[in-house]
């Protein structure tokens, strides 16, 4: 077993980062190494974290991951923000909203730019270190994708569970329709359902998931920490239907 | 469908900065500030506001694999607080990270900063170039 091999099966964080950084600039030395993990992946639940900008994506992966560390499960994030077309630099701030789990031993988080990605969701990269973060032995791995309105049906193609996560007040349901996200959704997550208008968002959620693509819909609230346990038992539950 | 990157034939070098506020004071001005002129010049910026704790920001570097962490400090503490993030990348392993620092600073202490092994401090009126300047060349020189 080659060196980072071991570090990282022995889940060494640092070995594990240095990996995710050769893997995204495409660097040949990270193809041996995780061919030589392989055998070690595929067990993980990993769960796309998809909507709007602001809905609260973060947040509630912050939430979710104090719920799953009750649970003694160990917690990867791999959290995409966009990339500035212009100048190929970015901010990437969805950390700042995961607070509570920045020195848990038991917690990963990476935060990835889209580096113009269609879609703005870098699929092989995020492949990949998915299969480095399983490897380092994290039980429940988070992809958050960015928040634009651009398509990203695409996480649903390399998370197990896709939950698409909207607030009380987007308004307009045809808006949900357009940007594809009923279609991929194996759940929905009213999320800031300490706002108005939480119930009738989903029970229209409910309706129209219906139509399309059965999927449960639940109400939380990240803020008010509310509605979480409930949530993590759908994921758990879908999870289980889904898996390949 | 074919990996981008690998259609580059150099693997791409995107420098990563960890931009944050350290110690119990204040308000984000002046580090959005500098985050976003980082970003501006084409530097990926891992962004983490205020209140973080040196236990916090040596985690997320290591996770984040950063090449330089950059740390606002308007705190009188600033030798204690930038002591302990050298002390804490020494013992994960991950003191090859360039460390700099900002904030109201007095010129007397600096000397004692650079021995600790940060790499420089911008104090007020320093103009946004100069950092961006320092990040981009102090990183190339590292490779
Ligand atoms: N009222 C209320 N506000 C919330 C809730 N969850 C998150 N927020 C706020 O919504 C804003 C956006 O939260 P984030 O978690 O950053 O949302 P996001 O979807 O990750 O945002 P992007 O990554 O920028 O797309 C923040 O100001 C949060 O404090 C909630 O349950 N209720
Ligand atoms: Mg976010």
Redesign the pocket.
Not at chain 1, 213 to 231: M, Q, R
Not at chain 2, 59 to 86: C, P, Y
């Given at each position: 077993m080659s060196f980072p091999v071991r570090q990282i099966r022995n889940g060494d964080f640092r070995a594990a980062a240095k990996l995710i950084t050769a893997i995204e600039r495409g660097d040949p030395s990270a193809v041996p190494i995780l061919k030589a993990l392989a055998p070690y992946t595929g067990r993980a639940q990993v769960i796309g974290i998809t909507?709007?900008?602001?809905?609260?994506?973060?947040?509630?992966i912050n939430e979710l991951t104090t719920g799953y560390r009750h649970l003694r499960r160990r917690v990867g994030i791999l959290a995409v923000?966009p990339t500035s077309p212009v100048t190929g630099g970015a901010i990437l701030?969805?950390r700042i909203?995961m607070r509570d789990h920045l020195t848990d031993p038991g917690v990963f988080i990476r935060s990835l730019a889209a580096r113009g990605a269609p879609g703005g969701l870098p699929v092989l990269v995020l492949a990949e270190a998915l299969h480095v973060l399983d490897a380092l032995g994290m039980d429940v791995i988070f992809i958050?994708t960015?928040?634009i309105g651009q398509d990203q049906t695409a996480v649903a193609s390399i998370a197990r569970t896709t939950a698409v996560?909207v607030n009380p007040t987007l308004g307009d349901e045809v808006q949900l329709l357009k940007a594809g996200f009923m279609e991929i959704a194996d759940i929905f997550v009213v999320?800031?359902?300490?706002?108005p208008g939480a119930d009738r968002m989903a029970l229209q959620l409910a309706e129209l998931s219906d139509a399309v693509n059965p999927a449960p819909v639940f109400k939380?609230?990240?803020?008010?920490h509310e509605g979480l346990d409930e949530l993590i038992k759908g994921l758990n539950d879908i999870g289980k239907k889904t898996r390949r | 469908m074919t990996r981008q990157t690998k259609q580059s034939p150099r693997p791409l070098h995107r420098p990563r900065v960890l931009v944050a506020k350290i110690g119990l004071d204040g308000h984000d001005r002046g580090v959005k500030l500098v985050a976003k002129a980082l970003r501006d010049a084409g530097i990926e910026v891992i962004y983490m506001g205020l209140h973080n704790t040196p236990e916090e920001i040596v985690r997320s570097a290591v996770q984040e694999d950063v090449d330089a962490i950059g740390l606002s400090i308007l705190s009188a503490a600033h030798r204690t607080l930038f002591k302990e993030v050298m002390r804490l990348l020494k013992k994960q392993r991950a003191d090859d990270i360039a460390v700099f620092g900002g904030g109201v600073i007095p010129s007397e202490d600096i000397p004692g900063l650079k021995r600790l092994g940060v790499r420089a401090v911008f104090t007020p009126g320093t103009p946004l170039e100069a950092i961006v300047m320092f990040v981009k060349e102090g990183l190339k020189s590292k490779g």
């Amino acid at each position: 077993m080659s060196f980072p091999v071991r570090q990282i099966r022995n889940g060494d964080f640092r070995a594990a980062a240095k990996l995710i950084t050769a893997i995204e600039r495409g660097d040949p030395s990270a193809v041996p190494i995780l061919k030589a993990l392989a055998p070690y992946t595929g067990r993980a639940q990993v769960i796309g974290i998809t909507g709007p900008v602001g809905a609260g994506k973060s947040s509630l992966i912050n939430e979710l991951t104090t719920g799953y560390r009750h649970l003694r499960r160990r917690v990867g994030i791999l959290a995409v923000d966009p990339t500035s077309p212009v100048t190929g630099g970015a901010i990437l701030g969805d950390r700042i909203r995961m607070r509570d789990h920045l020195t848990d031993p038991g917690v990963f988080i990476r935060s990835l730019a889209a580096r113009g990605a269609p879609g703005g969701l870098p699929v092989l990269v995020l492949a990949e270190a998915l299969h480095v973060l399983d490897a380092l032995g994290m039980d429940v791995i988070f992809i958050e994708t960015i928040g634009i309105g651009q398509d990203q049906t695409a996480v649903a193609s390399i998370a197990r569970t896709t939950a698409v996560v909207v607030n009380p007040t987007l308004g307009d349901e045809v808006q949900l329709l357009k940007a594809g996200f009923m279609e991929i959704a194996d759940i929905f997550v009213v999320n800031k359902a300490d706002l108005p208008g939480a119930d009738r968002m989903a029970l229209q959620l409910a309706e129209l998931s219906d139509a399309v693509n059965p999927a449960p819909v639940f109400k939380t609230s990240a803020l008010k920490h509310e509605g979480l346990d409930e949530l993590i038992k759908g994921l758990n539950d879908i999870g289980k239907k889904t898996r390949r | 469908m074919t990996r981008q990157t690998k259609q580059s034939p150099r693997p791409l070098h995107r420098p990563r900065v960890l931009v944050a506020k350290i110690g119990l004071d204040g308000h984000d001005r002046g580090v959005k500030l500098v985050a976003k002129a980082l970003r501006d010049a084409g530097i990926e910026v891992i962004y983490m506001g205020l209140h973080n704790t040196p236990e916090e920001i040596v985690r997320s570097a290591v996770q984040e694999d950063v090449d330089a962490i950059g740390l606002s400090i308007l705190s009188a503490a600033h030798r204690t607080l930038f002591k302990e993030v050298m002390r804490l990348l020494k013992k994960q392993r991950a003191d090859d990270i360039a460390v700099f620092g900002g904030g109201v600073i007095p010129s007397e202490d600096i000397p004692g900063l650079k021995r600790l092994g940060v790499r420089a401090v911008f104090t007020p009126g320093t103009p946004l170039e100069a950092i961006v300047m320092f990040v981009k060349e102090g990183l190339k020189s590292k490779g």
